[in-house]
């Protein structure tokens, strides 16, 4: 028996095959293209699968996302007038989504950070984004955009924040994923020089 199953864990949805066969233990398995098959003896329900693949989620995401970053052809440092315009493109792109929650559109600033891809200073109405992050795929500078731009609804990472980030981009935990696997661009660039507000 084979069946596609899906499970919701903390890090986010993971997409598996359940496989049954005439084995001892469980196995779990990720192929070239990130697909998951666990296979289990004949008598093991779905449901032993699922909390199997909850219990290695965190070793799952941490596998995806660094093929993912593997196979991600990064884009060298740009110029500052490109860096500038791609991470601007991606807060314009993503403040729809919260200025009908009475967000003003804020300040860009620009900064070589070491360990964070951006902050928002809420009360001073400005967010700084990384500049190491236009060198990283689009989908990744909005989630980072909008990440940034939820804070100015919720202050700290609390439930709000994360419930808010779940209606306005449902699969931000797999981009949040993904991006983990551009960390290396963080220390690629510690020489390099900031770009000017």
């Keep these: 028996m084979e069946q ?5 864990t903390p890090q986010g949805v993971v997409s598996y095959f359940f496989v049954q066969k005439k084995i001892k ?3 779990l398995r ?3 293209e990130n697909q998951i098959v666990v296979s289990v003896p004949l008598r093991v329900p779905p449901e032993r699968a699922d909390q199997f693949i ?3 989620a965190d070793w799952i995401f941490r596998v995806q996302a660094r093929r993912d970053a593997d196979r991600q052809d990064l884009d060298p440092m740009p110029s500052r007038e490109v860096c500038r315009t791609r991470l601007a493109d991606a807060v314009l792109r993503m403040y729809p989504q919260v200025e ?3 967000v003003r559109f804020p300040q860009i600033k620009l900064r070589r950070m070491k360990s964070q891809w951006g902050n928002c200073h809420w009360r001073q109405g400005y967010i700084t984004l990384n500049t190491a992050l236009a060198r990283c795929p689009g989908f990744l500078r909005d989630y980072v955009a909008l990440h940034e731009l939820v804070h100015f609804l919720h202050h700290d990472h609390g439930p709000g924040f994360y419930a808010q980030m779940t209606a306005l981009m449902p699969d931000w935990q797999q981009r949040r994923q993904a991006l983990k696997g551009c960390a290396w661009v963080l220390e690629a660039g510690a020489g390099e020089e900031d770009a000017p507000d």
């Design 100 to 102: 009908g929650l009475g």
């Design 30 to 32: 990720i192929g070239r």
């Design 25 to 27: 233990n469980l196995n």
């Design 54 to 56: 909850r219990d290695k």
């Design 4 to 8: 596609l199953r899906q499970v919701q």
